[in-house]
């Protein structure tokens, strides 16, 4: 089973942001725009895991989420993994938020504590918008970058769970199906 954990977002702040996204997307409708129920926070992907260990995944989620107590986290900012000249990823972001690093970190050390590794790579937490498959040209992207720095979306919205996803991959994109949500009991943090 392909499996990522992530936080889900709130259908209406799904909405909102792809209300706010309609003129970028005209700028380029050629990009593969992610269906806006199908964005999230990716905050562990673990690839292809037996399932077998599909339990070992959910005691990862549900052991980092008894150590937080529910807490919101603010998105916005569009920016592009590299960057916008060599974009292969278009991101919203999320404002700086103490309580999701630690909730990452405790993902992470939940994940080598049941044997899947820790990622060792920095944690960048963004919701992915879009993906280049096929570079735009230099002016395009240009006209792309600058339209994207002027999108004005911000919303605050509420972590409750974590979300484990099994992806499927198709020919015409992934499909992900929630298989478990791990509350956030509110514990010592
Ligand atoms: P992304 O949001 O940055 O694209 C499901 O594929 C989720 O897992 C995506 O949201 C994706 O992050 C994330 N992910 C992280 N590493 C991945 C990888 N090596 N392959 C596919 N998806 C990955």
Redesign the pocket.
């Known amino acids: 089973m392909r499996l990522?954990l992530?936080i889900e977002l709130p259908t209406a702040l799904l909405e909102t942001l792809e209300a706010a996204l309609a003129m970028l997307r005209a700028e380029a409708p050629e990009l593969a725009w992610v269906a806006p129920p199908k964005r999230?926070l990716?905050l562990r992907?673990l690839?292809d895991v037996p399932g077998v260990r599909l339990e070992a995944v959910v005691a990862v989620a549900e052991s980092a989420a008894a150590k937080h107590r529910p807490f919101a986290m603010e998105i916005g900012g569009l920016g592009a993994f590299p960057n916008f000249r060599r974009a292969r990823?278009v991101?919203i972001g999320v404002a700086q938020e103490p309580r999701l690093e630690l909730l990452h970190h405790d993902v992470e050390v939940a994940a080598d504590t049941h044997g899947f590794g820790i990622e060792g790579r920095a944690f960048r937490p963004?919701?992915?918008l879009a993906?280049v498959r096929t570079p735009l040209p230099e002016d395009r992207m240009r006209r792309f970058a600058r339209a994207a720095r002027k999108i004005d979306f911000s919303a605050t919205c509420a972590v409750e769970e974590i979300t484990l996803?099994e992806?499927t991959l198709a020919p015409d994109g992934?499909r992900?199906r929630k298989v478990h949500a791990a509350t956030l009991a509110g514990g010592g943090r």
């Open positions: 990522f992530a999230h990716t992907f690839g990823v991101w963004h919701v992915t993906r996803f992806s992934a992900y």
